[in-house]
C-alpha cells in the first residue's frame, strides 16, 4: 500500500533554532518528492520538489534532502522564525498529474 | 494573477440539503483536483480533470459530483450532504515544471460543517 509517514506528529522549538522534519515513503513507483508548508487556515504551498536523481535542494532557510534507497526525506529549517510556525507536509508523487500520496503532517510551533 | 479561487470560504449545511463549491483558476492549467483534509489525515482525492471535458474519480468519490466547465473552473457538489462530509475542501491546479514534475498549486479552502 502507498504510505507516506511524517514523524514528529509535533515540534516546538525556540526562535532562531534548527530543525529537522522526517518523512518515510513507501510509495511505488516512485516519480517525485515534495515538502508543501500550510498555514493554519490556508492552502499548502509548495516549498520544493525532488526526482529521483536529487539528494538535495533548497529554498531560503529550508533544505530538503532525499535518500531514494531508503526511501527517505527531511526537511531542515535554519533559523527558525516565528512565521515558520505551520504544518509541514510531505507529498510523494507515484507518476503521472494526479497520484499524489499526502503525508499527515508535521505540525511546527516557533516559540518567541 | 489571483492563483487558485475558492468559494465559498465556509458553509453550514443540514444533513440531506445540497450545494455546489466553486474553483476557478487563472494560470491556464489543463489539470485540476478536488481535496479533502479531516483531522490526523492526510489530503485525500477526490476527483481530478486531467483536461477540460474530462473527470475522473480519486480515493474519495462517493457522495460527490464534478464539473469542469471550461478550462478555469472546476466544480465539486454534493447531492445530498452528510455529516461524514464535514471537512476542509481543497481545489488545486498543476503546472509541469523543470520538465518532469508537476507542481501543485493550491486555493484557500472551502470550511464545510454538515449538521
Known amino acids: 500500500k502507498n504510505q507516506v509517514e511524517q514523524s514528529p506528529q509535533s515540534l516546538i522549538i525556540l526562535e532562531g533554532k534548527n530543525c529537522t522534519l522526517q518523512?518515510?515513503?513507501?510509495?511505488?513507483?516512485?516519480?517525485?518528492l515534495r515538502w508543501y508548508k500550510q498555514d493554519t487556515g490556508r492552502g499548502p504551498v509548495s516549498l520544493t520538489i525532488?526526482?529521483?536523481?536529487?539528494n538535495t535542494k533548497s529554498n531560503g532557510r529550508y533544505t530538503a534532502t532525499l535518500d531514494a534507497d531508503t526511501k527517505q526525506s527531511s526537511l531542515h529549517i535554519t533559523a527558525s522564525q516565528l512565521s515558520d510556525s505551520a504544518s509541514y507536509i510531505c507529498?510523494?508523487?507515484?507518476?503521472?498529474?494526479?497520484?499524489?500520496?499526502f503525508g499527515t503532517g508535521t505540525r511546527l510551533k516557533v516559540l518567541a | 494573477n489571483a492563483g487558485v479561487t475558492q468559494t465559498p470560504k465556509f458553509q453550514v449545511l443540514k444533513t440531506g440539503q445540497s450545494m455546489t463549491l466553486q474553483c476557478a483558476q487563472d494560470?491556464?492549467?489543463?489539470?485540476m483536483y478536488w481535496y479533502r483534509q479531516d483531522p490526523g489525515m492526510g489530503l485525500r482525492l477526490i476527483y481530478y480533470?486531467?483536461?477540460?471535458?474530462?473527470?475522473d474519480k480519486g480515493e474519495v468519490p462517493n457522495g460527490y459530483n464534478v464539473s469542469r466547465l471550461n478550462k478555469r473552473e472546476f466544480s465539486l457538489r454534493l447531492e445530498s450532504a452528510a455529516p461524514s462530509q464535514t471537512s476542509v475542501y481543497f481545489c488545486?491546479?498543476?503546472?509541469?515544471?523543470?520538465?518532469?514534475?508537476?507542481?501543485?498549486?493550491f486555493g484557500p479552502g472551502t470550511r464545510l460543517t454538515v449538521t
Open positions: 494560470m491556464n492549467h489543463n489539470s
Open positions: 525532488m526526482t529521483f536523481s536529487e
Open positions: 518523512c518515510n515513503y513507501t510509495v511505488s513507483p516512485f516519480s517525485n
Open positions: 488545486a491546479s498543476t503546472a509541469k515544471v523543470a520538465g518532469v514534475a508537476y507542481e501543485q498549486y
Open positions: 507529498v510523494v508523487s507515484a507518476g503521472g498529474t494526479y497520484k499524489y500520496i
Open positions: 480533470s486531467a483536461s477540460e471535458g474530462t473527470t
